[in-house]
């Protein structure tokens, strides 16, 4: 663990996780038989199962918040895949696409809950982050993973999605190019051709024949869409993060 996981941690345990745990999280058993270790960020001292299954990982007190059980969650009892959070030290946003899963945290103070896919959960937070610092978690299928792998934003800019990876986004970027986009009204098919025809002739690897392609493909969209080529110029790489989330934000269904 480094000291910026622990930092994300401790931010995740302080706000929500404590509170969240000891009114709904399962700690049947603590002090785990033959455990030794947190399975999330490797501490000694008082484990605890992270659900009523003896042979599951153990988690220490603060981990256990994060990656243990809680009442009103079905299978598999805890926030893993389909879940989201957003976590500032005064709020946390919570979201799953399942309805029924969401009650377990309802009642708690300070606590939105959303019936909302992760993917557009984490859309809302890239278009508009709360006031750093916060938190934003896509939880997946690794448990102990997860406490290891949070990572605080402390810029709207410079974000951290945290989960099954670490993906750091230059979300200022993302911004403006969704809002230029969406000012010029790019339509999807247009603007994906343009790109992968800009890119070609970037590569400068292909026959003479399909960089003439490209290059026509470019006049014509140009043609349909005066400055669309200086959009798709000035859009990050088309293989980055970046470029993944310009597509997801500016053509959200
Ligand atoms: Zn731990």
Redesign the pocket.
């Known amino acids: 663990m480094n000291s910026k996981s622990t930092a994300a941690l401790n931010l995740y345990h302080q706000w929500f996780g404590d509170r969240a745990h000891s009114a709904y999280g399962k700690t049947a058993v603590i002090n785990k038989p033959g455990a030794t270790h947190?399975a999330?960020?490797?501490?000694t001292g008082r484990l605890h199962s992270a659900n009523s299954n003896q042979d599951s990982h153990s988690?220490?007190d603060?981990?256990v918040t994060v990656a243990g059980s809680y009442e009103g969650i079905k299978n598999p009892g805890r926030m893993g895949a389909g879940w989201a959070a957003i976590i500032t030290p005064e709020n946390a946003i919570l979201s799953t696409g399942n309805e029924e899963n969401l009650g377990a945290f309802k009642k708690l103070p300070n606590t939105q809950v959303f019936n909302n896919t992760v993917q557009k959960t984490l859309i809302q937070c890239i278009l508009s982050p709360p006031e750093p610092p916060f938190l934003l978690v896509a939880f997946g299928n690794s448990s102990p993973k997860v406490?290891r792998q949070l990572r605080a934003s402390y810029s709207k800019d410079l974000l951290y999605i945290s989960g099954d990876s670490i993906d750091r986004i230059d979300a200022g970027i993302v911004r403006r190019c969704v809002s230029a986009l969406n000012d010029a009204d790019v339509p999807q098919k247009l603007l994906a051709s343009a790109t992968s025809s800009v890119l070609t002739i970037a590569r400068g690897v292909a026959s003479e024949q399909a960089t003439e392609r490209a290059k026509k493909t470019i006049i014509d969209a140009e043609e349909k869409h005066p400055g669309i080529t200086e959009i798709v110029r000035s859009m990050p790489l088309a293989d980055s993060l970046e470029h993944r989330w310009i597509m997801a934000c500016a053509y959200a269904k």
């Open positions: 947190c999330g960020c490797g501490a988690f220490c603060v981990c406490c």
